[in-house]
């Protein structure tokens, strides 16, 4: 009996792989014609060739400035490098969709992974909650934690420093502080848990790139491993850290309401509620679910606290490597400001010309998400051909970021002046893409910017930054969203501020 259904199994999974098989030849044949094809054996594809290998090393072997594309197994993974491509992908309603690597940071409804439907109305809601408006109301805030920050380093002078630490806990001060309105005077994350949330969102990260390096877990046959059991632990805790902050303040709303004052109600018609006070307002209206509101708070502090960490320590290490533009940084600040402790205002940014150009080409050599995945919804004519629905598109920054073909010949050395408006001014729209593009773009860039700028001019007016490390030493890696692999690279002095000039 077992034997005549082994038999009969064994039939149907046969005929099941030759369907696959002549599916793919097919569509080999029409659709994916005019494409560059990576080939790979039977029924598994190219699998093989991902196993422990990194995002960008996945990616090597697809063919530079071509539309390319491989099988892994049934799934098709395309491949794209070219501004253009780039475009018309980013642009269309047909590729709004994540792809299915998003899916492991098991979050449905947060604005980085949410099904279109989900966000294009989450976006809509929550974008005047980041707006110039809202962002100019931050600065005395970001002022605030930027100089506690130096205090602290105060402490640290003349020796090395973890930097990616230093600004994920003061990331993580003002995302709490700003769009989530909490009053954390007594209780800043700029310690000890700070340091733990650091570690801990850094340890899930790394595990959700371990995943994407192990084909056979991208389907439900992770969840009878043993990572899954370690993930979900570490999900948990992260989970705890969140749960409870938003505790905190469904208890101070609670609070102000016993008192005669109803926060949410005031911010609403003075049109300037922050991110979670519009979550929590729709949430009593009863317009979303709690998921929904805990969902774009986990993604709130994942998304734009780890990225604004790894940008900024991108742009510290490369001033402490280039002294000269460090320096070049320093004389726009003396410049701008008075003093070493004067506050950043909106008109002192608005003269930091310099220094945005050494932000942008940060952001080239390290983008904060080197790789973006979008999945086609629907079949989507391009380049003569056509990528079919299903299809897993994944848009190499990185590759784009590094090709001489866009930045010439020096595009492994840190060249601000690549941005000036005179050197720039031919470049494809979508050649630069720090915060992506399109309609699902980055939700933060204003607020992102601003935070920038104000950091590197608090530390860089109480500070010198030195380190040990030339430009090939650096290391970065590939994941979800980049990370930098270089632990305590970083060196404090005290900064003689005024020039001996300007000493009467």
Known sequence: ????????????????????????????????????????????????????????????????????????????????????????????????????????????????????????????????????????????????????????????????????????????????????????????????????????????????????????????????????ETDVEKFRKFYQFSRSTLEIKRMDLAEKLEHGENELDEAKEKNCQNFLQKCLQLEFEQKWTMEEVYEEMDTMLIASVDTSATVLSGTIIMLAIHQEYQERVVDEMREIFESVDEPVTNDHLKRMSFSELVIKEALRYFPIAPFIGRECTADFPINGGIIPKGSQVFLDVLRMNKNPKYYGENVNEFYPERFLPENCANWHPYLSVPFSAGPRNCIGNRYAWTMMKIALSHILRRFKLTTDLRMQDVVIKPYLLLKIGNKNAIRIERREWKRESQII
């Open 1 to 228: 009996m077992f034997g005549g259904v082994f038999s009969a199994l064994s039939l149907a999974i046969l005929i099941l792989v030759l369907v696959v098989e002549c599916w793919k030849v097919y569509l080999n044949k029409t659709k994916l014609k005019n494409f560059y094809h990576v080939k790979g054996w039977p029924v598994i594809g190219t699998a093989f060739n991902l196993i422990g290998k990194n995002n960008e090393q996945i990616f090597e072997s697809f063919k530079t400035n071509e539309l390319s594309y491989t099988w892994v197994g049934p799934m098709r993974l395309f491949h794209v490098d070219r501004p253009e491509d780039f475009q018309a992908i980013l642009t269309s309603n047909k590729c709004l969709k994540k792809a299915f690597p998003y899916d492991f940071l098991n979050n449905r409804t947060g604005l980085l992974t949410a099904h279109p439907s989900i966000w294009k109305d989450h976006r809509r809601t929550l974008n005047v909650t980041l707006g110039s408006k809202m962002v100019h109301s931050f600065m005395p805030i970001f002022n605030e934690k930027f100089n506690k920050m130096c205090n602290l380093l105060e402490r640290k002078l003349n020796s090395n420093i973890d930097i990616h630490c230093a600004f994920f806990n003061v990331s993580m001060d003002l995302v709490l502080s700003t769009s989530f309105g909490l009053n954390w005077s007594k209780l800043s994350m700029q310690n000890g848990r700070g340091d733990e949330i650091h570690n801990l969102i850094i340890e899930i990260m790394e595990d959700v790139q371990n995943r994407i390096q192990k084909c056979w877990q991208w389907n439900p046959i992770y969840k009878f491993t043993q990572n899954y």
